[in-house]
């Protein structure tokens, strides 16, 4: 068995329950509270915190993990980055006061406070800039330490930046960006295992092709052959369209590829003016690097 440490609750729960989903390996609703439940396979998952995954896997109470970056980070501990799974996406920022007079690090006077759940990353990021600061970690609720007078700046994680805002707060710098990754220990008894290091390699390119279908559609339609030249220019595909004969009167062909989604409608609009007929448009669910 390969145990896989995933988030019990938070925000990266749910997107890791839906991607391991897609990769076929069914995390069941943690609802009941379970630590443990098969996620098919020889996978079992261990769910907890997403701040206590780093530990868990350099320990090796797991042989692989899911967490934030920045968690991977601020625990300090060695592990191997195997998937960037790019949900959760945020920055950790430095912020202070929008009345605070400080618009950028420079500003910032010797001997400030900074608070933070984040304190190993902060201390770092402040040494290396010769910023002499006091670090007081706190476990949450950060943007309102600057107005209740226990810090003057803050290093707090941001996606859109609305929190910062609307609690009076300008960004000055960005420690670090973060999204989900598959993590191992370099030293654990699954890297040195070769039939388990197997496994963990096997999830890592299941859950890629997954990632890398989600930006992808697979297109198929029926173009005038005269056409093809052209129509290679609008879908290279991946190696190429496939190019399908069409059992009527020889003049149109059926034409395969994989396409991004992100342009899909500037595609099929290009498509058509070429003469293209019945597009259809598929969702792929994995596409194996
Ligand atoms: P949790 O404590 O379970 O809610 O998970 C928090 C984790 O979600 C963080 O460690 C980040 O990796 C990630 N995350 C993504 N966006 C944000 C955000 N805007 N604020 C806080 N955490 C975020």
Known sequence: ??????????????????????????????????????????????????????????????????????????????????????????????????????????????????????????????????????IVPISGAVEVAPHIGIADVIVDLTSTGSTLRVNGLRELDTVLESTARLVVAPGSAAAADPARRRSIDELATALTSVLRARGKRYLMANVPRSALELVKRVIPGLNGPTVIDILNNGEHVAVHAVVPASTIYRTIAELKTLGAEGILVTRIERLAP
């Open 1 to 134: 068995m390969l145990r896989i440490a995933l988030p019990n609750k938070g925000r990266l729960a749910e997107e890791a329950r839906i991607l391991f989903g897609d990769a076929g390996l069914d995390i069941r609703s943690t609802g009941d509270r379970a630590l443990t439940a098969s996620l098919g396979g020889e996978f079992e998952g261990l769910f907890v915190r997403a701040q206590d995954i780093p530990e868990f896997v350099a320990d090796g109470a797991a042989d692989a993990g899911v967490t934030g970056w920045d968690r991977v980070c601020e625990s300090g501990r060695d592990l191997e980055m195997l998937v960037d799974l790019e949900f959760g996406r945020c920055r950790l920022v430095v912020a202070a006061r929008d009345d605070s007079g400080i618009v950028a690090l420079g500003d910032i006077p010797g001997g400030s406070r900074v608070a933070t759940v984040y304190p190993r990353v902060t201390a770092s990021f402040f040494r290396e800039r010769d910023i002499e600061v006091d």
